[in-house]
């Protein structure tokens, strides 16, 4: 385009560009993430403990960690297939089996990706047409809505209450089974809540999908994770194989976060448009990753074992010291989550988080980022070593103390 002369004198004038223009609407309108908004604040402050970002608070086990450095020393840089290196899918498929029940085949039942992350994207772009819906129970995970959303889709949180334990029951999913919609998302152990799904409610959720002829999309990245009892993919039980997509990997249960090492496992036809997507975006998962990956399947149980204990200590310690402090609070059942009331305080969960962050230098994330149905909470990690969350609990605990009566509005800031 030729820049325009100047109204009066006949100069010239550069062509300023309207940038906004050049943006899909789609994306425009497309919120950060509360998470990502909120630390990036922590990250300009000093002296904070975090009780924020959803990571394990320890190290890749020193096995996994030394199998990619000598995958690097041994010269092995180049691309994989798109569906990932066949050894990994081959210990991927024994290691569902063992965690599922469900047996997949390593030709054409597993994709390697580039984390969860990727293979939920990979999932919801193979599977929406314009303007079809996806269910999910809320408050969710972050990315559920805008992937939804990017992928041209309507995503339709089902809330769940505090007094029912955050569990999406059955009769919730069926009175949203309506025509538009495609699948249900369904994340358990949850995030941010560590709820699993009761295994009459999973039965009952599972005939609804097959009535209705949805698709499930099954993340179960925390799966190895749980307390009480073991968890239970929906993909397992009778006819669910045939319509599930079972999302998983390495970097919660493996402490692989940096890894970026995740897969998807479901029904050929699904997988093979998945890969469609794969290999125009991210070709192939990074196979420095997926040696490690190999490494960590084969001979990582017992450091998830222990991982899996340690949690569960951290996770007993937090619960027992905010629900002291006046936090009404569901113990969870898997994850490294609690997702603590902060109704009785009067404040919102941005205002309790940014206070909480401000006075006490203790960093929570505030539950609105979450969804609608996650305002009135705030997440807690309990993957954090345990030094920091008693250096959290007693930062919190004088801060409540000076400015809370129990059960009551808060003290007039300082």
């Given at each position: 385009m030729q820049p325009a002369p100047g109204p009066q004198t006949?100069?010239?004038?550069?062509?300023?560009?309207?940038e906004t223009s050049w943006v899909a609407r789609h994306v425009q309108d497309l919120p950060r993430s509360g998470i990502r908004d909120f630390f990036d604040l922590v990250q300009s402050m000093e002296g904070i403990?975090?009780?924020?970002?959803?990571?394990?608070?320890?190290?890749?086990?020193w096995n996994i960690r030394e199998q990619a450095i000598f995958a690097l020393e041994s010269g092995k840089t180049g691309y994989t297939s798109n569906l990932g290196l066949l050894r990994l899918r081959q210990a991927i498929s024994r290691y569902m089996e063992r965690l599922t029940g469900v047996c997949y085949d390593p030709e054409g039942e597993i994709l390697v990706t580039v984390g969860v992350s990727e293979a939920l994207d990979c999932a919801l772009r193979a599977i929406i047409n314009p303007g079809e819906q996806i269910l999910y129970a809320e408050p969710s995970y972050v990315?559920?809505?805008?992937?939804?959303?990017?992928?041209?889709g309507v995503p339709v949180g089902i809330p769940t209450r505090f007094?029912?334990?955050?569990?999406?029951?059955?009769?919730?999913?069926?009175?949203?089974?309506?025509?538009?919609?495609?699948?249900?998302l369904l994340n358990a152990p949850a995030n941010p809540t560590g709820t699993m799904v009761d295994e009459e409610e999973l039965e009952g959720i599972a005939a609804i999908s097959a009535k209705n002829d949805w698709v499930v999309l099954a993340d179960e990245i925390y799966a190895e994770l749980t307390y009480e009892k073991r968890h239970?993919?929906?993909?397992?039980?009778?006819?669910?194989?045939?319509r599930t997509v079972v999302l998983n990997g390495l970097s919660k249960a493996f402490a692989m976060t940096g890894f970026r090492l995740g897969w998807a496992c479901g029904p050929t036809s699904l997988i093979a448009a998945m890969v469609k997507i794969h290999q125009y975006s991210m070709l192939c998962a990074p196979i420095l990753s997926q040696e490690a990956g190999?490494?960590?399947?084969?001979?990582?149980?017992?450091?998830?074992?222990?991982?899996?204990?340690?949690?569960q200590r951290k996770r007993n310690y937090l619960w027992r010291s905010l629900t002291a402090l006046g936090f009404p609070c569901h113990r969870p059942e898997g994850a490294f989550y609690l997702f603590p009331s902060i109704v009785p305080f009067g404040l919102s969960s941005q205002e309790f988080a940014f206070r909480l962050l401000r006075e006490a230098r203790v960093a929570v994330v505030p539950g609105s980022a979450f969804g609608p149905s996650g305002e009135g909470y705030l997440r807690c990690s309990f993957s954090p070593r345990m030094g920091d969350l008693e250096e959290a609990v007693g930062r919190m605990s004088r801060w409540m103390r000076a400015n809370f009566r129990k059960g009551t509005s808060p003290a007039t800031e300082n």
């Open positions: 006949g100069k010239i004038l550069p062509f300023v560009p309207d403990v975090s009780l924020g970002i959803g990571e394990p608070g320890e190290s890749t086990p990315a559920y809505s805008p992937g939804v959303l990017l992928a041209h007094e029912d334990g955050f569990r999406l029951r059955a009769q919730a999913v069926a009175q949203r089974a309506k025509p538009g919609v495609k699948a249900l239970r993919s929906i993909a397992g039980l009778p006819g669910m194989k045939e190999i490494e960590a399947l084969e001979h990582g149980a017992a450091k998830v074992e222990s991982m899996r204990r340690s949690y």
